[in-house]
């Protein structure tokens, strides 16, 4: 769910084969393939220049001088030969990852690719000027490249020798902490993937449940619209006809936003607007309505059927209990971030005999529905002005929707934003 407008977010597709749910395989870090050659490669190029300083330095104590040229080209044939092989190491790791049911096969398979690693580390130093220690000419020579013949030629012996006394050093000191290495960059992802679906879980959840209090409100006004035509259909025919009409009107900008949990200020006032018509036929000169809109708070982002719930308790539990009818008075303000809307009426207010508004079911969804929605930056409070009756005031986190996002909520509605706009600022200065 997105933290500012409650949409769903766009979900990671995840394949299903023969009924059963495919784990996404960990990739390269970052995925980027490239990556660990550069790693790779940089990394055992500091080793190497590091231990050349140190075997040097280390030759120079011992009055066994080496040159620092042969000591640098030694070692960088040495540990640099471990670069080209180590991604493939790593892809291997990644690959075929040890886990509880399978340790005793994977166990064998990397002790079968730590032999092959530690025999292509050999092939390739071998093929380097600095392949192995002769002996006999007491300097370094490639173990298939005879230099001074320029011929190849294969030193078998001291390849095996060289095999054998570096197989161990191979696997326990690189292609061991290369597979360590993968295996830490495998269970990290995992661990992100989990919580990515747990997330995305949550996110589901919560919009469920913002779609089930949406939908148990959406009955609500519309079985109060009923009743309240109902109440016409044998006195005035004609007010009820009206009213049916105007029904029609609320009931399709229902449905047209039936799955949009938020939208702007502007599009909830026209809905509550439709609404109070139908409520101004039934209670003809008995319900007057005033409109204090700050012009800024038009396209803030709402819950959508927030008014509503409020209007209607406005006029339920206040205009109704007057005789000579009332006043519904709606404000909305920003001030420091916060958009803050008001339902008052003057009405008897709350009684301790009589029902308490706040126990409705159109307050207790509401209160739900902005829980859900912003957590603890928002509140739902109701009361009694000075002169009597009820208000009712929303304070939620003051944000506008981008354009992009109040034109898809416009054409719910089929009204242009700006013919909207233009529409509710002459409805408000006339009110």
């Not at 040159?67 to 070692?75: A, H, N, P, Q, R």
């Not at 220690?133 to 390849?159: G, M, R, T, Y």
């Not at 409020?310 to 958009?339: C, M, Q, W, Y």
């Not at 009694?384 to 929303?394: A, C, F, H, N, Y």
């Amino acid at each position: 769910m997105c933290p500012n407008c409650g949409r769903e977010l766009v979900l990671r597709p995840r394949r299903i084969v023969l009924g059963r749910m495919i784990e996404p395989q960990a990739n390269v870090p970052g995925g980027r393939p490239w990556l660990i050659w550069v790693i790779s490669f940089g990394v055992l190029s500091f080793v190497a220049l590091a231990a050349t300083f140190t075997i040097y330095q280390f030759y120079r104590a011992t009055n066994t001088p080496m040159s620092f040229m042969s000591t640098l080209g030694s070692e960088f044939c040495q540990l640099l030969t471990y670069a080209p092989l180590t991604p493939l190491a790593f892809w291997f790791a990644i690959r075929h990852p040890i886990r509880r049911e399978n340790w005793m096969i994977r166990a064998l398979q990397y002790l079968a690719a730590g032999l092959v690693f530690s025999a292509a580390h050999l092939a390739l130093r071998a093929a380097t000027p600095y392949g192995y220690w002769d002996p006999k000419s007491h300097e370094w020579s490639s173990a298939i490249w005879n230099s001074h013949i320029h011929a190849f030629k294969v030193q078998w012996s001291a390849l095996r020798r060289e095999f054998l006394s570096a197989v161990v050093d191979d696997i326990t000191g690189t292609f061991a902490p290369i597979v360590l290495v993968a295996h830490a960059v495998s269970y990290y992802r995992r661990f992100r993937e989990r919580e990515l679906r747990a997330a995305q879980l949550e996110g589901q959840l919560a919009k469920a449940r913002l779609q089930t209090l949406k939908s148990q409100l959406q009955p609500h006004f519309l079985f109060n619209t009923l009743h309240s035509i109902s109440s016409l259909m044998l006195t005035d025919v004609q007010a009820a006809d009206r009213m049916m009409a105007r029904l029609g009107d609320l009931l399709r900008m229902s449905l047209e936003s039936a799955g949009t949990q938020i939208t702007t200020l502007s599009r909830e006032l026209e809905f509550v607007n439709c609404y109070l018509e139908i409520e101004k036929i039934r209670f003809a000169d008995r319900l007057s309505v005033t409109l204090e809109i700050a012009p800024e708070t038009l396209d803030a982002s709402v819950p959508h059927l927030l008014l509503q719930p409020l209007v209607d308790n406005a006029v339920k539990h206040g205009i109704s209990k007057r005789p000579a009818g009332g006043e519904i008075r709606i404000t909305v303000t920003a001030r420091n971030g916060e958009l803050q809307l008001e339902v008052r009426d003057n009405g008897p207010g709350p009684s301790k005999h009589g029902v308490i508004p706040s126990s409705g079911l159109g307050l207790r969804i509401t209160r739900d529905r902005l829980q859900s929605l912003y957590g603890q930056h928002q509140s739902v409070d109701l009361l009694t002005p000075e002169g009597g009756g009820t208000l009712t005031r929303v304070c939620i986190p003051f944000r506008v929707l981008s354009r992009d996002d109040a034109h898809d909520s416009a054409e719910a509605y089929q009204i242009p934003a700006a013919a909207r706009r233009s529409k509710l600022a002459e409805r408000f200065s006339a009110g």
